[in-house]
Protein backbone atom coordinates (compact mmCIF):
# COMPACT_ATOMS: atom_id res chain seq x y z
CA UNK A 1 0.00 0.00 0.00
CA UNK A 2 1.38 3.71 -1.15
CA UNK A 3 0.18 4.63 2.64
CA UNK A 4 2.37 2.42 4.56
CA UNK A 5 5.59 2.78 2.47
CA UNK A 6 5.04 6.44 2.59
CA UNK A 7 4.72 6.49 6.07
CA UNK A 8 8.04 3.89 6.15
CA UNK A 9 10.05 6.71 3.92
CA UNK A 10 8.84 9.50 6.65
CA UNK A 11 9.79 7.34 9.75
CA UNK A 12 13.55 6.63 8.13
CA UNK A 13 13.96 10.61 7.31
CA UNK A 14 13.21 11.23 10.95
CA UNK A 15 15.70 8.29 11.86
CA UNK A 16 18.52 10.15 9.80
CA UNK A 17 17.59 13.87 10.47
CA UNK A 18 20.60 15.17 12.68
CA UNK A 19 17.71 16.40 15.21
CA UNK A 20 17.06 12.38 16.24
CA UNK A 21 20.61 11.64 15.88
CA UNK A 22 21.91 14.48 18.45
CA UNK A 23 18.59 13.15 20.40
CA UNK A 24 20.07 9.54 20.30
CA UNK A 25 23.58 10.82 20.93
CA UNK A 26 22.51 12.91 23.99
CA UNK A 27 20.73 9.88 25.45
CA UNK A 28 23.26 7.55 25.33
CA UNK A 29 25.84 9.85 27.07
CA UNK A 30 23.14 10.33 29.64
CA UNK A 31 23.11 6.75 30.00
CA UNK A 32 26.90 6.24 29.63
CA UNK A 33 26.88 8.76 32.79
CA UNK A 34 26.45 6.75 35.88
CA UNK A 35 25.33 9.95 37.89
CA UNK A 36 23.32 10.87 34.68
CA UNK A 37 21.82 7.78 34.42
CA UNK A 38 20.67 7.12 38.06
CA UNK A 39 18.91 10.89 38.20
CA UNK A 40 17.01 9.93 35.24
CA UNK A 41 16.28 6.49 36.64
CA UNK A 42 15.23 8.14 40.00
CA UNK A 43 13.13 10.87 38.44
CA UNK A 44 10.86 8.41 36.40
CA UNK A 45 10.61 6.45 39.50
CA UNK A 46 9.20 9.03 41.39
CA UNK A 47 7.00 10.03 38.51
CA UNK A 48 5.17 6.92 38.14
CA UNK A 49 5.03 6.43 41.82
CA UNK A 50 3.31 10.24 42.06
CA UNK A 51 0.78 9.43 39.07
CA UNK A 52 -0.21 6.53 40.63
CA UNK A 53 -1.25 8.01 43.76
CA UNK A 54 -3.07 10.80 41.17
CA UNK A 55 -4.99 7.90 39.69
CA UNK A 56 -5.94 6.25 43.01
CA UNK A 57 -7.47 9.97 43.96
CA UNK A 58 -4.64 10.26 46.41
CA UNK A 59 -2.90 13.72 46.68
CA UNK A 60 0.47 14.54 46.10
CA UNK A 61 2.16 15.65 49.81
CA UNK A 62 4.98 18.02 50.06
CA UNK A 63 7.73 15.49 50.39
CA UNK A 64 6.71 13.93 47.10
CA UNK A 65 6.51 17.85 45.28
CA UNK A 66 10.03 18.45 46.99
CA UNK A 67 11.61 15.27 45.91
CA UNK A 68 10.54 16.27 42.64
CA UNK A 69 11.72 19.54 42.50
CA UNK A 70 14.66 18.33 44.00
CA UNK A 71 15.39 15.80 41.21
CA UNK A 72 14.87 18.49 38.53
CA UNK A 73 17.31 20.72 40.13
CA UNK A 74 19.89 18.37 39.89
CA UNK A 75 19.20 17.09 36.76
CA UNK A 76 19.58 21.22 35.12
CA UNK A 77 22.67 20.70 36.98
CA UNK A 78 23.93 18.16 34.96
CA UNK A 79 25.17 18.80 31.55
CA UNK A 80 24.56 15.34 29.84
CA UNK A 81 21.14 15.79 31.17
CA UNK A 82 20.77 19.04 29.71
CA UNK A 83 21.75 18.33 26.32
CA UNK A 84 20.14 15.59 26.27
CA UNK A 85 16.76 17.36 27.44
CA UNK A 86 17.77 20.05 24.74
CA UNK A 87 18.04 18.16 21.88
CA UNK A 88 14.77 15.83 23.14
CA UNK A 89 12.81 19.17 22.94
CA UNK A 90 14.51 19.99 19.55
CA UNK A 91 12.81 16.89 18.07
CA UNK A 92 10.15 16.90 19.64
CA UNK A 93 9.37 19.89 17.77
CA UNK A 94 10.03 18.79 14.45
CA UNK A 95 7.42 15.85 16.09
CA UNK A 96 4.94 18.20 16.61
CA UNK A 97 5.32 20.25 13.45
CA UNK A 98 4.72 16.62 11.08
CA UNK A 99 1.98 15.93 13.20
CA UNK A 100 0.30 19.40 12.46
CA UNK A 101 1.21 19.12 8.82
CA UNK A 102 -0.38 15.83 8.74
CA UNK A 103 -3.44 17.05 10.65
CA UNK A 104 -3.89 20.30 8.66
CA UNK A 105 -3.94 18.85 5.46
CA UNK A 106 -6.60 15.68 7.21
CA UNK A 107 -8.81 18.85 7.39
CA UNK A 108 -8.38 20.49 4.28
CA UNK A 109 -6.57 23.10 5.45
CA UNK A 110 -3.20 24.15 2.78
CA UNK A 111 0.28 22.91 5.12
CA UNK A 112 2.38 26.25 5.27
CA UNK A 113 5.71 26.11 3.70
CA UNK A 114 8.53 26.39 6.43
CA UNK A 115 12.12 25.66 7.14
CA UNK A 116 12.65 22.76 9.24
CA UNK A 117 15.90 22.79 11.25
CA UNK A 118 17.96 21.38 8.91
CA UNK A 119 17.35 24.78 6.33
CA UNK A 120 15.19 22.72 3.76
CA UNK A 121 11.60 23.54 3.14
CA UNK A 122 9.01 21.32 4.22
CA UNK A 123 5.41 21.34 3.63
Sequence with gaps: ???KEKARELAQEIVSSQAYQEMKDAEEAVMADDEAGDLMEELESVQKRVQMAQ???QEIDQSQKKKLQNLKAKMQQN???KDF???QQEFNGIM???NE???NTLQGQEPEEEEDSGGQIIT
Design 55 to 57: MNG
Design 79 to 81: PKI
Design 1 to 3: MAI
Design 85 to 87: LTA
Design 96 to 98: EDV
Design 101 to 103: IIS
